[in-house]
Structures are given as structure tokens and as C-alpha cells.
């Protein structure tokens, strides 16, 4: 796993004369140390070995769960194993929302009960094991419940159907317009006095697959159920009413909230040489959803964090800034793990001169976008694509817009926030779904998404943002 | 699947004022059409479904073959189906090599005789169904055969085991530096008296699958069996070769090359209104290896090329130049079709501006890539990468180098070859295996290669290529 590729080796040659030598100028000596990080992460990387244990040996890692606690347990003894300076744990409480019982959905046809498939979303209560029934109605956009009204929603199953638009080229931009239905329908159609909500689950894809994610509830409002059915049930459902106004459906779900439960993010350091107040971070989210392995969301992002790790120390990187590698704990309903990361760093005075999160599955990368607090964003967002001529050979480009959940609460001590944007067209075919397993992981997509992302701290961490 | 998108219709409104009209500019004129294809593309196409039945009910398309006939007719009625304004088959004689019998390969160890997973290379002879054994002698390159010179090779069995450089980027370039041990191995070795050839399947994937793919014999020379193994079983040799230098196998095989048969190509034309002697050509191959469907090589490639022209057709695009869209045949062992499509466009006197080929899979596409003769090559690579700024909403960028295998016999003419490139880490890992099926192809991915191929011919027809 150490050992050094025969190309590195010879570059190793120059290095201590980079930067006054005349055989190299600065730029192909920065070219030369990025094929370098490209060749030890294509063949001596163990980030996917690590993905498979994670998602299929640990596996799932809801939030709270014990396999949550295995993963903050596991990464951080294969961080230490590294030979970073310091690894250490960051306590949070974090929700412990439950599945105690998968939902059933059945729609009262005339010709008798169909069974849909369904999945309870996260945060949602159930009907405590108990069947409800009740007439759908359907909607597709929130803003339509007032004008419905509570004499037309009262008791009801509210049915949302929005599809996301196929005509986006980036799937993200789909899901952002779509996506209100699920994390905000059960609490509005809740308002007007709804029994409980389906959605049609966040998908491009016509498929039998249900797809679960966090629904979020007014804070002292009424909870309703919230469950997700599958794309192809939805425009099923939504024909049997068009034939049937009338219809019922019967649903049966337990699941809710628990106590808080004391969880933790995962922090890796190696510390800085010349800047070390200067903190360039790399990150994922170490929980996921129940259904899979969580491979791609966010399995990925951790183990392409940790790969950035392990590569720069395999090929003996000094770093002039602090480098990060954090695993959140918590994005995927709450962001307990982020927000609590940001509130010590806060505390201690810390600067993140970069923070970078790969949260969009391991796909090959396309580049990254960023963000930053408006005061601060211009100069940065040049220095930034500045970057790009080094990245290009890699089919990298960089973009303005982006950053990650988790990163976003350290907006405020004004560094850049940088997301990596792998290929979009795969991610929401499996995202939430029983299928978000490590059969759906490419071996190099994934060593190129760590790759660009050790290449990118390396630029930041060569030559700044100011 | 000609209804007109609703976005569409509101494009519609403007398209008489376009190039005279002061609300939109040319640019955003261009930019809205490529959109509107887009919508199409996304929402309404073919290809998908097409690339099913191609794949799935026609299945395998060896060149010669009764697949391959019925590929040729059933796309020569989709053609004719969609409208166009001629379709014809362009007659050809093309090699029928038949793989009788599938190759087994033992290797017989001190423990006893252990199988490999093998598959003849196309255009192999085979062993005539008997069994032959021979020493192994594994070689890395083909350089090395003439200084171990007949006196080492005489008899033996040549196992070259040199594999695809995995820090390539791009896989294309990974396979061209290790492909010619398969495709001139055989030959080679015949020359120092070999008994037959084992060639470590060309992928940079560590698994089970061999992958065949065409061997060129020397004219007048001998013929010796090719057989490819999977890259597992190919470490696995060469392990056992390091224990026990003088191992043997033995193969068995039955294939070879039958008499010549008549095929086609498949031609369908939309003549131009303004100039119609130049034409723009989209295509791919519609023969494919045996083992599999041929989704990605290169069914995509052909559903591409017939949804470019069902998306023009569907939105009401009437083109300035001659469109073809040819379905070539024998790309894969031989290229008749290509070559015979170019003489007799040569003989008709005939100009192709710009032929765009995909032959990389349906994966998502990145941009094209392109090349001419020398002498006319610098003011089209101007004016090609002139048209980026309408494709980087789309994350597609446009490169100088690439063309296509069937479109090559074309750069005589002194027009612009252009190849489509997908996303090329996942190809290598299907390409000629048992494994290149439709459960392999991702339906958005498929449909937005069809549209950027689609927005590049319509801006060539805008704008030429001077």
C-alpha cells in the first residue's frame, strides 16, 4: 500500500529543487506532483477495499444505529492506522429516528387491494402498527393545499406527484425542484388537517424502487405519516384516480422518534508546516439511510476523503496548511454532526481557508463548484478556477455555485466552500433506495473522484486563495 | 412520440424572426434550439427503446451473421418509419468468421489441469476441435519475440500478459497501448514458429471475463489460434509460471473464417435546402462481437445516430445541408462497410463537411473530439471549438483529435471527422465480453449523448464549417 510507483520516484528527483530550478518552472513542477497524486491513487489506493467494507460489512448507518457507532469506530482507527498527527472523536447528540416496521401502502381499486411500494420516510411517524384509511387526494405542488383548503383535505391522504423534470442536465437541479413535496408536504398537508401523505418517490427513473429521505415537521405542529412510493406506482395511482375519483388507500407503518443518542464526528489532522492556523478540510458524511449499504451517499465521499489523506502521506506530502479530514455524522437528517464541527471550530478561533465535501456519489468527477460568504467570494472564486489549466488534463473543470451540507455552517468564518461534482445522471437512480450498494460503485470512478480531490488540496495548499 | 413538448411550442413562436428579429439574438436563437432539443431528447426519444430491441431481441450482430441481416433490415424500416427522405442499403461483401466452438484453455499444473476463462479472438483459427498442448512462454511485448528468436518460441505457446496501463485517464489511451498483443500477437508469434497465442484480456478490470476482439494475421503468413483469458486468470498464470517455468496448456478450439457474404450498410438521407452537396454524416456500426447484444459496441452508437434524426424530424428542423445517418457494417473485423461507404461516395464525387461518429459506448457524453488531413485541419479545429460556448451548459467540451473507425475512409474528402466522446471508465470494462448487454446502459445517459450529437450537427447545418 506505501510502496512508491516507479513514476513517483523519478519525480522525487526534483522535488527539492522545485521552485529554483530552471528545469522546472513552478507550473510543470505543480503538474508534475498532480500526475503523481493521479498515479499512486489509480494504483495503490485502497479507497474502494475500504467502500466495500463499509457499505457491505458495517453496512447501513442510520443515524443513531449501532452500525452508525461501528463506522465512527472503524474510520477512526483506518485514520489512525494513516499516521496522521491526530485523530480524535467530536461528541454530538444526534437523532435516533427508528423504522420499526416498514410501511405498506394499499390503494382500494374496485377490483380489490393493490399493494404499493412504499418506504416510511426518515423523521416520520407511523400509524403505531395500526391501519389507517382514508380518501387520496392528489397534489402537486404544496402551494395548491390553501386553495384546497382544510374542508377538502380534512382526513385525507394527501397523494404528492410532482415528477422531477427530465429536461435538467443536472439531476440535482431536478431533485431541488421536487423535492419540497417529501421534506415539507407531510407538514403543510398536516396544517390542513390531512391524515397522512404519499410522494412520489425523487427519481427521474420510471422504476418500482421507493425512495425514503428526511421529511421535517413544523416544530410544534401536528405530525401526519409521510411515505415515499415508487415512480411507477405513483403514475399508477395517479391513472386509478383519474378513472376512480373516490379512492382509498390503507396504510400501516411504525416508526419514530427515539431518545437523542451521543454520536460523533471523526476529525483527522495532519498539521501545517508554515500556515498552520490555515485549515483546508475534506469530508463526507459517515451516516446514510437504512435501506442499503449507503455506498454512493455518502460511503463515497468518506473513503474519497480518507484516500486524499492516505495518498498525500503514501507519497510524502508536506503540507503548508492544516489539512482536515472529517467524517459528519448526521446529514442526512438533521446535520447534527456539521453543525456541531462548526460550533467548536468557532469556539477555537479556527479558520477554514478551504472546506471541500464530496456528497454526490462516487461517480466520475467533473470538476468542483464553490461558494463562499458574498463579502468574500469574488477573489476566491478567481483564485479558484485559476486552477482549472492544472486540472483540465484530468476532464476537470471548475465552475462557481456548490459546497456540501455538512461544510455549509462554516460559511460564516469566510472560507470557500467547494463541492465535488461528480457525474450527475446515475446519482438518483439509486439515492435512498435499497440499491445504494456497492454494486453500483466503479473501482476507478471512485479512485478518480479521491484523486481530484487531493489534487485540488494540493493546489490550495501550494498556493492559497488569496 | 412527435408530440411537440410544450417549451417547444413556445420556441416555435420566435423561429420565423430568427437572424431578422431584434428580441433574440443569433446566439440565443442557437442556444434556444439546442435547448429545445434537449427537451426532446430528454422527454421524447427512441433510442432507449430501440437499443433494447437492438440489443435484447436481435441480440449479437456478428459481422455476416443472421443477426447482422436482421439488424440491417429492421434499422433500414425505423429509418424509413421516421419520415426521412430516402433510405437505402449500399451492398458490400463482408468476412464471416464463425466461432464454432468456444476455446477452452487448461493449464496443467502439478496439482492437476485448471481451466481458464478464454475466448477465441475474432478472426482466429481454432484448433479444428482437437486438443493441442505446448509449452507456455510468457512475453510482454511483441518487441521481445525476435530476441528470444524461433529457436525459444518453436512450439510453444506465447502467453503476452502486458496489461492496460491503469494510469491512463482516458481508458482509450490505456487500451491502444496494450491492444497490439492481441490484434498482431498471433501473427507475430507465427513468425518464430508458435503454436498458438494466449492474450491477457484487454481491460484494466481484475475479473473473470475474457474479452475477445479481432487478431490480423500477416497476408501470406501462418495462422496460429488466438485465444484471449480473463485478466484473474492471466495473473494467475503468470504466478504459476514463476513456480513452474515449464507449464503447459492445453487448447481446444473450433472457429475460423467461412466464405465471404454479402451485407449492407444502411443510408438514410434528409436533403438540404441551401447546400445540398455538403454533408453532414452521423453513424455508427451495427455489427458487434458474438458474446453479448452489443449495447454499448456500438448499438449506442446507432441508436444515437437514428435519434439525431427522429429529434430534427420531431421538433421541424429543415436542414440547410444533406444529413445522412449510416448504420455501418463490420467495424468490428474488418470494415467493409466503412470503406465501401467511402468509395462510393468518392465515385458520386460527393463532400462530407463533417461525419460524427460514436463508437465509445452510450455512456455520459463529455464533448467530442476531432481530426482532418493535415492541410485543411487548422481553420476547422477554429471554427468546431467555436461552438463549445453552446455546449458547456450542457458539460460538454470539444477537443482537438478523435474521428471514428468507419468514418476515417472519409478524410480524403477534406472534411471534418468528429467522434463522440462518452465517459470512457466504465467501457473497457464490457467491451467485447458476454457482459455488453442493455442492463449495462443508463436510459438518461443514452438519450443525452443522442442529443449532443443532435445539437452539434444542428450547429454545423447553422453555421458550416469555413
Same mark, same amino acid.
Given at each position: ?6 513514476? =513517483?520516484? =523519478? ?356 470538476? =468542483? ?14 483564485? =479558484? ?82
Amino acid at each position: 500500500m506505501n510502496s512508491i510507483h516507479p513514476y =513517483f520516484k =523519478f519525480l522525487l528527483l526534483f522535488i527539492p529543487i522545485f521552485g529554483t530550478s530552471s528545469l522546472v518552472s513552478q507550473d510543470d513542477a505543480h503538474a508534475l506532483y498532480i500526475r503523481s497524486i493521479y498515479d499512486h491513487a489509480l494504483t495503490e489506493s485502497n479507497c474502494y477495499q475500504r467502500l466495500f467494507h463499509l457499505s457491505e460489512s458495517i453496512g447501513g448507518r442510520l443515524t443513531g444505529s449501532e452500525n452508525a457507532q461501528n463506522a465512527v469506530d472503524w474510520t477512526f482507527q483506518e485514520l489512525k492506522n494513516l499516521g496522521v498527527d491526530s485523530v480524535w472523536k467530536q461528541e454530538c447528540m444526534v437523532p435516533h429516528w427508528q423504522r420499526r416496521k416498514e410501511a405498506t401502502v394499499f390503494v382500494n381499486l374496485p377490483s380489490g387491494a393493490k399493494e404499493l411500494q412504499a418506504t416510511s420516510l426518515g423523521n416520520s411517524i407511523g400509524t403505531e402498527g395500526m391501519d389507517w384509511s382514508g380518501e387520496i387526494i392528489e397534489v402537486l405542488h404544496l402551494d395548491s393545499l390553501e386553495g384546497l383548503g382544510e374542508s377538502t383535505l380534512k382526513d385525507k391522504i394527501v397523494f404528492f406527484n410532482r415528477p422531477m423534470d427530465p429536461t435538467k442536465i443536472h439531476t440535482g437541479h431536478a431533485y431541488g425542484g421536487a423535492v419540497d413535496q417529501r421534506s415539507r408536504g407531510p407538514a403543510m398537508a398536516a396544517r390542513f388537517g390531512a391524515k397522512a401523505v404519499l410522494v412520489r418517490s425523487m427519481t427521474t427513473l420510471l422504476d418500482d424502487v421507493p425512495h425514503t429521505g428526511v421529511t421535517v415537521y413544523d416544530e410544534d405542529g401536528r405530525k401526519i405519516p409521510g411515505i415515499a412510493i415508487s415512480t411507477l406506482d405513483a403514475e399508477f395511482l395517479s391513472k386509478s384516480l383519474k378513472a376512480n375519483a373516490k379512492l382509498t388507500a390503507t396504510i400501516n407503518a411504525d416508526c419514530g422518534m427515539a431518545e437523542d443518542k451521543l454520536s460523533h464526528n471523526v476529525v483527522a489532522e495532519i498539521r501545517g508546516s508554515e500556515y498552520p492556523d490555515e485549515i483546508i478540510l475534506v469530508g463526507g458524511h459517515l451516516d446514510s439511510w437504512d435501506l442499503a449499504g449507503g455506498a454512493h451517499d455518502d460511503g463515497a465521499g468518506c473513503m474519497h476523503s480518507i484516500q486524499v489523506f492516505e495518498t498525500l502521506l503514501a507519497i510524502g506530502y508536506k503540507p503548508k496548511r492544516t489539512l482536515r479530514c472529517v467524517m459528519f455524522m448526521n446529514e442526512e437528517n438533521g446535520l447534527a454532526g456539521g453543525k456541531k464541527y462548526a460550533e467548536l471550530s468557532n469556539q477555537a478561533n479556527e479558520f477554514h481557508l478551504a472546506a471541500i465535501e464530496s456528497d454526490l456519489g462516487g461517480f466520475t468527477p467533473r470538476g =468542483f463548484g464553490c461558494s463562499a460568504r458574498e463579502d468574500v467570494y469574488k477573489p476566491y472564486l478567481a483564485k =479558484f478556477q485559476a486552477f482549472e489549466k492544472f486540472l483540465t488534463p484530468y476532464d476537470l473543470h471548475l465552475k462557481a455555485g456548490g459546497g456540501g451540507a455538512d461544510i455549509g455552517p462554516l460559511k460564516s468564518q469566510g472560507g470557500l466552500l467547494i463541492g465535488l461534482r461528480p457525474d450527475p445522471q446515475r446519482y438518483f437512480d439509486l439515492h435512498h433506495t435499497k440499491n445504494d450498494n456497492i454494486d453500483q460503485v466503479n473501482k476507478r470512478e471512485l479512485e478518480l473522484g479521491a484523486a481530484a480531490m487531493t489534487s485540488l488540496v494540493y493546489l490550495i495548499d501550494q498556493m492559497g486563495l488569496k
